[in-house]
């Protein structure tokens, strides 16, 4: 069964803190992971990937896989309160042919 | 670049009409295209994977009757809701994705069926 887990939240975050995002998948052998930003009544808009273990950083968004347990983080540094949205977490499964696995999506407010 | 646009962004209909959705890939060709649908405030659903030129594949439960899907080329995906009933109502949006895995969405289509 293909999996992937997020905390629905909603996560409050104060302006200017970090705020971290977290998720965790089923398949060991997943290769491929990506956040995704939703703003209430609008579509998914790609926001980081990563493929490998480490971090990786653009801008105030830092993406964090650690493949060995499983789990993607996103974190968002000086935290805005155009920030506030739903974060899906999404993962490619080696054999789901092109399709992602979604997360359910954390909700994250950013309080001024 | 990676735009996808969608058409209409919404649309009202009565009960038993049928409804046409485009979804277009602006700047890439898209090798495959994928349609959602959400309900408020709940997760995404797949409800089909298209390849140009051939067959979509639904998700189980999806009635690929009711729901017709073309992809008529690499730039073109077409998802027809063959006679809407209320139930139908939802926000359905399509994605494509080039060479990679990642999927770049439209802006989504809010359909009101009355």
């Known amino acids: 069964q293909k999996e992937v887990e997020q905390n629905s939240g909603p996560l409050s975050v104060p302006e200017g803190a970090i705020a971290s995002l977290n998720c965790t998948y089923s398949d060991r052998g997943s290769q491929s992971f990506f956040w995704y930003r939703q703003y209430s009544g609008k579509s998914p808009e790609l926001i980081m990937s990563?493929?490998s273990n480490g971090d990786k950083e653009d801008g105030r968004f830092t993406a964090q896989l650690n493949k060995a347990s499983q789990y993607v983080s996103l974190l968002i540094r000086d935290s805005q309160p155009s920030d506030s949205a739903t974060y899906l977490c999404a993962v490619h499964f080696m054999d789901s042919n092109y399709q992602l696995i979604w997360g359910a999506g954390t909700k994250l407010i950013i309080k001024p | 670049g990676a735009v996808v646009s969608q058409h209409p962004s919404r649309v009202i209909c009565k009960s038993g009409t049928s409804v046409k959705i485009e979804c277009r890939s602006l700047d890439f060709q898209a090798t495959t295209m994928f349609w959602y649908r959400q309900f408020p405030k709940q997760s995404l659903m797949l409800m089909a994977t298209s390849n140009e030129g051939s067959k979509a594949t639904y998700e189980q439960g999806v009635e690929k009757d009711k729901f017709l899907i073309n992809h008529a080329s690499l730039t073109l995906s077409t998802l027809t809701v063959t006679s809407a009933h209320p139930e139908d109502s939802s926000f359905y949006i399509c994605s494509a994705r080039d060479e990679g895995y990642e999927q770049y969405f439209g802006p989504g289509t809010r359909l009101t069926v009355t």
């Open positions: 990563i493929y």
